[in-house]
């Protein structure tokens, strides 16, 4: 009975840390994508209305936040800004 509580608990630790690799490679995967907007010339940032900055920026967090969701609230806050100006 104790082995077979301890094989059980073994197996939920490797299920854990297998969920907990998957779960960063996703991480991982989407910043790569997100990173990608690098690679576009500052005129169409401009066009999608993000600044090269904001997307270093975003892209330099660390993998855990959302460097979208980052870089969209701050561009936000900048385009407002302008508007009042």
């Not at 979208?68 to 009042?84: F, Y």
Request: without cysteine; positive net charge.
């Amino acid at each position: 009975m104790i082995a077979m509580d301890i094989a059980l608990a073994r197996g939920r630790h490797r299920d854990s840390i297998a969920k907990s690799i998957g779960a960063w490679i996703s991480l991982w995967r989407t910043r790569r994508r997100f990173n990608r907007l690098l690679d576009l010339d500052d005129r169409m940032l401009d066009d999608i209305g993000v600044t090269r900055a904001e997307v270093l920026r975003a892209s330099r967090l660390p993998l855990r936040v959302s460097a979208g969701r980052e870089m969209r609230i701050v561009s936000e806050r900048r385009r407002a800004k302008e508007r009042w100006q």
